[in-house]
């Protein structure tokens, strides 16, 4: 069984460890077919209910190196699946960032992953999740919204202050994608993206509300 680098340090005592983090070529990678993040992440309990897994996220993500540096910080990315135990599972984060950008900038990204690498199986991959390293900030219309950019049912995304969101894209149906906040422990729905701007992801008001 894999570990990961955190955890054999936890394993060999190191006390000087200032704190979790992920490292590229065990935790995370990118290959031919893109980037691979590592599950189960140790931080995050498994649950039945995906929501739990989702509420342990944004503290978890926020306590890594860079995750709140602003424009000198970074944006991680993971995914949330169905493990081979039939519950749900977040991977590990990547810090990988699209080839080419800037390191301190005031536009971030990370790459989605297109795989989960879990020794255990797993059975689907339900959403993507990533963070954003400034306070108030939200889904980036365009990119975070746009119609060509979801590969999964969800997308979660959350800032500096685990200001929580939710896309429910509903790619390829005729229906409008959704965006919902976390307040407490429900979901309340705040935008709705018109069929004629999925696209492109367009969420400017004025908001179609059904």
């Known amino acids: 069984m894999r570990l ?24 995370y990678g ?28 944004c503290p978890a993500v926020m306590s890594l190196p860079d995750a709140r540096g602003h424009d000198d910080g970074v944006e991680y990315c993971g995914l ?8 749900y599972h977040a991977s590990a984060p ?19 992953p297109v795989r989960v690498s879990d020794t255990n199986g797993f059975r689907s991959i339900d959403a993507d999740f990533h963070s954003h390293p400034w306070q108030g900030s939200s889904l980036t219309p365009g990119f975070d919204t746009a119609t060509r950019y ?3 049912s969800i997308r979660i995304q959350f800032d500096t202050t685990c200001h929580v969101l939710k896309l429910v ?21 705040l935008r ?19």
């Not at 893109?34 to 992440?41: M, S």
């Not at 949330?80 to 519950?87: M, Q």
């Not at 709705?192 to 059904?210: A, L």
């Open 192 to 210: 709705v993206i018109p069929v004629w701007d999925k696209e492109n992801g367009k969420i400017d008001p004025p908001f179609e509300v059904p």
């Open 4 to 27: 990961s680098y955190l955890m054999l340090l936890v394993i060999q005592g190191c006390a000087s460890v200032p704190g979790p983090f992920v490292r590229e070529g065990a935790d």
């Open 150 to 152: 979801q590969r999964y």
């Open 94 to 112: 990547s810090r990988l960032a699209a080839k080419g950008q800037a390191g301190s900038s005031s536009t971030k990204s990370c790459v989605i």
């Open 30 to 57: 990118r290959d031919a077919r893109g980037v691979w993040v590592r599950g189960p992440w140790e931080l995050i309990r498994p649950s039945a209910e995906v929501d739990e897994v989702i509420d342990q996220l």
């Open 80 to 87: 949330l699946y169905v493990g081979a135990d039939g519950r």
């Open 169 to 189: 894209p509903h790619v390829n149906e005729p229906v409008p994608a959704e965006v919902f906040e976390r307040v407490g422990h429900t979901w309340q729905l």
